[in-house]
């Protein structure tokens, strides 16, 4: 099999195949060889599983990934790199190429119908540009997925897998600790990519929860509360959710005396526990 990590063999297959970069499609190709095997390992690709990969690429990483797991469906929005996935994969028997969009796709039914008796996993070096839709999609869906394992840039890195009742959280953070266990697990530097972006990029991990916490009355409603907190960085939890919800101050505040918090806190101040309550006692008195 080809090194698909040397710049030489890329060019090769890229001017093959009349290939060339689309900077909107999010494609920096990994050129580091130490990367791939280090996601595929600690990204639970190993007999047993079944794995996801969003963003092929030209399969750097599925490569790994179908080394290592009983099966791996890999998705990828670009047809141009179809022909190109046939030619790098033609050793592997347990890779499923899809031409899609991963907002667009329907992950149970793939689940259903390519992982039945497998654990499964997501691994990926994301396209930037849908880090944060695509992360939100895997958790929310509740689908049968024991890991997430995705690269993403540096800074986002750090608000995804911030703690909650730390300066680095976010609405974002709310999310992420409600349905998993987030990790940040190796950072990667911008020289391990082709072309190179303009920032450095970290390896995440989200261990999903089989439960998400208890308490939470309306977890619609929650989220918006989790949204509405953070649309205003740095103002208190009262103006924050008063002017972007719509919602009186003095009724805002008062349901945060109700939870048992101070009138003055911070939104980033908060923890999951103390959040749940806000947004139980916001939406009994408030009656939306
Ligand atoms: N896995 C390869 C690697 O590590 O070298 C490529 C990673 S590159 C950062 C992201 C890949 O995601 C590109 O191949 C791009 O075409 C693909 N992509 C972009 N948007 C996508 C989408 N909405 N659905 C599926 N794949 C997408």
Redesign the pocket.
Known sequence: MENLTDINVIKALMKKHGFEF?KS??????INPSV?PKIAEQGNAKSSFGII??????G???AELAKRADKVVA????NR?IPILEDTLSDFENVKIIN????KTDLSKIIDENFKGLDVAVC????YY?TSPVIMKLLESRLRIKSVTVMVQKEAGKRLCAEMGTRDMGAVTVAVNYFSEPKILFNVSRGSFMPSPNVDSCVVRFDLKEETPKGVEDEKFFFKVARGAFSQRRKTLANSVSSSMGIDKELVINAIENAGLLPTVRPEQLSMEELINFSNTLKSISNL
């Open positions: 689309s499609l999010g494609q920096n190709f990994l791939c990969e969003i963003g092929t690429g030209i750097v990483l599925t998705i990828e929005i670009d790199l899609t969009d991963i907002l990926a070096n994301l396209p849908i």
